[in-house]
């Protein structure tokens, strides 16, 4: 007890004064007084809302959450006019974005790239202090998000390439091509708010849509330094941004039935009230990650050395906040002794710490009320017949908590059916390979699963049980979404669409083509109309 004391007392001690923190980490208050509308940075003179980090300051009233700044606190008349914005720039496919060739529009998100590089440096640090992620994470969140936009263009060049041909059949010669399909409001989350937002932000955008960018509620400074680039980059109303309370300004933008496509990352109930309120559903289309409970299973043939390390990378990688995090580890009867053991000695090692510290793997939460909903969940679970196994497991002190295994955990408890999304790690133990196989076929996600065996024979079986249960079966590794050029989707209530850098440009256009009849005459016309690079769309151009 006077160890656990100790180390408790060790914890609470992260959170230091400001004088305390390195001058190269830290940022000035921003108080965001503009928005982008219609190729603008449009004054804001109204109300705003304060946004505060997960890293506290000791003060005279105790810890408290640093203000970073504040940002415009729009409202639905302001939400109207962006989508009257977008609805305009578009013009039923006649706008400027939407007619622009392929190439025109690369040479536009080029220019993005540029200037979004410009601003790396603040964009990291404001990702460490609005999320608490680490200094590691949040520069490689920034460099994968200027990869996955180069990959991006990359892939439009390959498809454009493909589509530069015409094809003849029957009599009938036709190009097909990919075309856009219009408004698009898009919508992400607070946990990678940068490279998940942008992972359907960009193909939306480089397919020729024009973009309603609703901010995430955390990580919402983040973005501030790039509205420039967007301004810059793009014509007007191509890509306008939404402040404000989601439940006041994304409901009557749905309810004008004038999105086409609506990209959500975030819950399955908030993604299917938004699509209920589009008067003409036929007519939306939804890209939507949504619920994840992803599973691990530890069989006794499992090389528990590398089930634990993997174990630990899935379910704590920034605190478990991770549509892909391992939530749920089912660990087989015979070996879960040794594998709870192993796994307490590698959360006991990890690192606590604020976001710029060196080789820091814990860090504050930047979800308010989280602390409270996970010790909800820990003790839901003891007053059920489980344990913290691990030392200091669930010590909390303001937006900071250690992680905690939970063991054993059944299917009574919260936290073997809900999305804990924080640090918190619960263990099942099972006797029958058919125990988790029948948990995910009553799960009402289907995301992914981490299958920990060396032996042959099991792991087909099981992977011949997941591949129609899951989007992905993961082997001796954590799940995860990369590399981008992977499908990204999910079954029952994770997933609809498919995202990849090669899926989402299909998924944000739809294949139209034109055709006529194989004459003389028409093959004139068209041999004219290519040759004198009269259309955009009849083109044999290629794109190197």
């Known amino acids: 007890m006077e160890q656990q004391h100790a180390t408790a007392g060790a914890l609470s001690g992260i959170f230091k004064t400001e004088s305390n923190i390195p001058t190269e980490y830290n940022v000035p208050e921003i108080h965001q007084r503009e928005y982008l509308l219609n190729g603008a940075l449009v004054p804001w003179n109204g109300a705003v809302a304060n946004i505060y980090s997960p890293v506290c300051i000791p003060t005279e009233k ?30 039923n496919g006649l706008g400027e974005w939407p007619t622009m060739s392929v190439e025109g529009r690369l040479h536009c998100m080029q220019r993005f790239v540029y200037l979004m590089i410009q601003q790396r440096e603040l964009v990291i640090r404001l990702l460490m202090w609005e999320i608490g992620k680490t200094l590691p994470d949040a520069t490689k969140e920034f460099d994968r998000t200027v990869d996955y936009i180069n990959d991006t263009i990359d892939a439009l060049k390959d498809l454009d390439r493909e589509s530069s041909r015409f094809q003849q059949a029957e009599g009938t010669i036709a190009q097909i091509r990919r075309a856009p399909l219009g408004v698009v409001l898009s919508m992400g989350p607070f946990n990678y708010p940068l490279n998940e937002i942008f992972t359907t932000l960009i193909p939306a955008l480089i397919m020729g849509n024009t973009i309603l960018f609703k901010l995430p509620k955390h990580g919402v400074l983040a973005h501030y330094p790039l509205l420039n680039a967007f301004k ?57 990650s949504l619920d994840a409970k992803n599973a691990a299973i530890v069989t006794k043939h499992a090389n528990l050395d590398v089930a634990v390390n ?15 995090a391992l939530k749920l580890i089912f660990v087989q009867h015979e070996v879960a002794a040794e594998f709870t053991a192993k796994l307490n000695a ?35 679970a003891i007053a059920k017949g489980a344990q913290v196994i691990n ?34 790690i619960p263990v099942v133990p099972f006797d029958g390979i058919e125990e988790p196989i029948n948990y995910q076929v009553n799960a009402s996600h289907g995301m992914q699963v981490s299958i920990f065996s060396e032996d042959p024979m099991e792991v087909a079986k099981l992977i011949d049980a997941f591949v129609n249960l899951v989007s992905r079966v993961n082997i001796n590794c954590q799940a995860q979404r990369g590399p981008d050029v992977f499908p990204f989707t999910g079954r029952k209530d994770s997933a609809e669409g498919t995202l990849s850098v090669f899926d989402a440009l299909r998924s944000f256009s739809i294949r139209s083509l034109v055709a006529t009849k194989v004459t003389e005459s028409n093959k004139h016309l068209f041999n004219t109309i290519v040759r004198d690079h009269d259309s955009n769309f009849l083109s044999t151009d290629y794109i190197f």
Not at 397 to 415: D, G, I, K
Not at 418 to 424: A, C, I, T
């Open 310 to 324: 993997e174990c630990i990378l899935g379910a704590l990688s920034f605190n478990g906040q991770r549509c892909t």
């Open 62 to 91: 105790g810890l408290e959450r640093k203000l970073l700044g504040s940002i415009p606190d729009t409202t639905a008349k302001e939400a109207m006019e962006a989508l009257d914005a977008a609805v305009a720039a578009y013009d």
């Open 391 to 424: 030392e200091n497991g669930g010590y909390s002190e303001a937006s900071f908590v250690f992680p905690a295994v939970v063991y054993p955990v059944n299917e009574q408890m919260r936290l073997y059916h809900e999305e804990q999304f924080g640090p918190v």
């Open 232 to 288: 810059e980059a793009f014509p007007k109303g191509t890509v306008n941004t939404l402040y404000g309370k989601g439940s006041e300004i994304v409901s009557p933008i749905m309810e004008s039935g004038k999105v086409n496509v609506l990209a959500f990352i975030g819950s399955s109930k908030v993604a299917n009230g938004l699509k209920k309120l589009h008067p003409k559903v036929n007519r939306l289309r939804a890209i939507l």
């Open 346 to 380: 590698a959360v006991s090692a990890l690192k606590p710490g604020l976001p710029w510290e060196k080789d820091v793997k814990v860090t504050p939460l930047p979800e308010p009320t989280k602390p409270a909903y996970l010790r909800e969940c820990i003790d839901d």
